[in-house]
Structures are given as structure tokens and as C-alpha cells.
């Protein structure tokens, strides 16, 4: 089945870093990423979606400056979080989906952020 | 607007007992639906898919679901829980024209002995 592999695991720094997570589609091309925000005991909450060599496009209450998002290449989509304070500890996970619209996300095992 | 609604937030079976998880949509046309299974602390993981065609779907672990139109259900089962079931189910309405999916708040199921 489709891979995606998502690095850190986890993140614990202080508050002001800027952290960088990657996520990387494996085994196929994948034209559009996606980055969620999961809070505890709750759902995931869609940030931002990405499409490979042009613009994130985000949803609505979530600050383009704050969390970067790159897709530069068909397996690889980044999010940084910059300057990072403790209210943006949380559990971020991607998603990855190939060309069709009807094509499942194949999701990556999250990043537990931990802002100090 | 388009919106998935998991009735249920934790539901606990015996083992090898059945299981139904319920999920309802609210789309203006038919949507895909999707079924994933989330463990503590991990990413989520695809349990079934429906687009099209027959309404009883089957996945993988020994899960089935079935749409019903009639209903705007799209229920996950499973005849025999194990104790590794034990977890985080979420119903996701997708079709958006990027792909998007609209999740459901999601099912914790626990599994007693």
C-alpha cells in the first residue's frame, strides 16, 4: 500500500525556534499534500493543502506566516512552524493524495510538538 | 454545507463481540467516504473506501461498510472485535476539488476481555 512517511516523530524545543517537519510520499507520486492539527480526544483539523510547485492554500484562521508550507517536489511537502510558542504544541500530521480527486490520503504518523 | 457526524464517541465491546460504528454525511450529491482507524500517538490508517458502485464495501482487518443512501449512512462493522481494535475511529466525507476531507469527530472504541 502507499507509504508516507512523516520525520520527527517528535519535537521538543523552546519557545521562539521555528521547527520543520517533512513529509515524503514513498512509493507515489503525490500532486497534493495536506497538513492537519489534532488536538486532544479531538478530530483533525485541516490546515493548509498543497499542491506540488504552487502555493499552499489555507483554511480559514490559520496564519500562512506562521506555519511555511513548501511542496516542492512530488514526494516531499514541508511545514515549518516559526517561532514556535507553547499554544502551537500540538500533534501535526500530513496526508498525501495522488492526481485523481477521488484518490484516498494516505496519512503519515504525525509529529507530537512540544513547545516549552 | 458538507459535514460527516459520528453519533457515538467512545464505544465499548466485548471481545469477540459484533461492532457497528455509525457515520452519517450531509453532502449535496453523493460524496466518497472513507473509513480510517487511528492508534494512540500514530498517523491514521485507511480501513475501507467507497466511491461508487456496489454499497457494501469491504477493507482490510475484517471490516466491512455499508452505504445507504436513504439513510446518509455509511456504517463500519466488523462480526468479531479483537482486543487489537482497540482505538480511534474516523468517518471522512471527501470529493472537494483539491481532494479534501471533511472528517468526523471520531469513535473511540475500547475492547473489554
Known amino acids: 500500500g502507499a507509504v508516507v512517511s512523516q520525520h520527527p516523530s517528535r519535537v521538543i524545543c523552546k519557545s521562539g525556534t521555528s521547527v520543520k517537519i517533512e513529509c515524503r510520499s514513498l512509493d507515489f507520486q503525490a500532486t497534493t499534500m495536506f497538513w492537519y492539527r489534532q488536538f486532544p480526544k479531538q478530530s483533525l483539523m485541516l490546515m493548509a493543502t498543497?499542491?506540488?510547485?504552487?502555493?499552499?492554500?489555507?483554511e480559514q484562521g490559520v496564519e500562512k506566516d506562521k506555519f511555511l508550507i513548501n511542496h516542492a517536489s512530488l514526494t516531499l511537502s514541508t511545514l515549518t512552524v516559526t517561532s514556535a510558542h507553547p499554544e502551537d504544541s500540538s500533534f501535526y500530521i500530513c496526508?498525501?493524495?495522488?492526481?485523481?480527486?477521488?484518490?484516498?490520503?494516505?496519512f503519515g504518523d504525525g509529529t507530537r510538538l512540544s513547545i516549552l | 454545507a458538507q459535514s460527516v457526524t459520528q453519533p457515538d464517541i467512545h464505544i465499548t465491546v466485548s471481545e469477540g463481540a459484533s461492532l457497528e460504528l455509525r457515520c452519517n454525511y450531509s453532502?449535496?450529491?453523493?460524496?466518497?467516504l472513507f473509513w480510517y482507524v487511528q492508534s494512540p500517538g500514530q498517523g491514521l490508517q485507511l480501513l475501507l473506501k467507497?466511491?461508487?458502485?456496489?454499497?457494501l464495501v469491504q477493507g482490510i482487518k475484517g471490516f466491512e461498510a455499508e452505504f445507504k443512501r436513504s439513510q446518509s449512512s455509511f456504517n463500519l462493522r466488523k462480526p468479531s472485535v479483537h482486543w487489537s481494535d482497540a482505538a480511534e475511529y474516523f468517518c471522512?466525507?471527501?470529493?472537494?476539488?483539491?481532494?479534501?476531507?471533511?472528517f468526523g469527530k471520531g469513535t473511540k472504541l475500547s475492547v473489554k476481555p
Open positions: 467507497y466511491f461508487s458502485g456496489d454499497t
Open positions: 496526508s498525501a493524495s495522488s492526481a485523481s480527486r477521488n484518490q484516498p490520503q494516505h
Open positions: 453532502y449535496g450529491a453523493t460524496p466518497y
Open positions: 498543497s499542491n506540488e510547485g504552487s502555493k499552499a492554500t489555507y
Open positions: 471522512a466525507g471527501g470529493g472537494g476539488s483539491q481532494g479534501n476531507l471533511i
